[in-house]
């Protein structure tokens, strides 16, 4: 009988997130940290289970720098968590349309990445950037929605 390697609990991936994007702050001057949380209450209010619940608190680390790309690889972590992790993450000079392919390609990453602009976009949010900065944002956002087949909220 071989032993099931132990993954992290949904209270350990939480702090590990919240530690590993401590001291930085959103667009807003916000802590990073609530958007973590919008964005992995986004997912389970849509329906996600505990791998993109987990994938959701992550979808930033290893984009920002919070975590590495190896630390991720070896995290006692569910394969599809990572995977999700990885479809959501930005990769430098990349075409918004690859990244919207490899999103849809991956089982579970879609529900992240909705829950992840539905909070990027939420009108309060946006409402305390200055006027370039809230157009800019708001036409990224609908054109990522629209290449992901994402209908308004």
């Known amino acids: 009988m071989t032993d099931t390697p132990r993954t992290l609990t949904p209270a350990e991936v939480e702090t590990l997130a919240r530690t590993a994007h401590e001291g930085q702050t959103d667009k807003a001057g916000r802590p990073y940290a609530e958007h973590l949380q919008a ?3 986004g997912v389970r209010a849509r329906g996600g289970d505990a791998e993109q619940i ?3 608190w992550l979808h930033d680390a290893v984009e920002d720098d919070a975590l590495s790309e190896r ?7 569910s394969r599809r968590t990572k995977d999700i992790v990885l479809a959501v993450t930005k ?6 349309e690859a990244y919207a392919a490899r999103i849809l390609a991956t089982p579970g990453a ?3 990445k909705q829950a992840d ?5 939420d009108p309060a949010r946006l409402a305390v950037l200055d006027e370039f900065t809230r157009k800019r944002l708001t ?4 054109r990522m929605r629209a290449l992901l087949g994402l209908r308004d909220e």
């Open 91 to 96: 990769r430098a000079g990349e075409p918004p």
């Open 54 to 56: 987990a994938a959701a």
């Open 110 to 112: 879609l529900l992240v």
């Open 117 to 121: 602009l539905a909070h990027n976009a």
């Open 71 to 77: 630390w991720l690889q070896e995290a006692a972590l």
């Open 39 to 41: 964005v992995a209450d």
């Open 139 to 142: 036409e990224k956002y609908a």
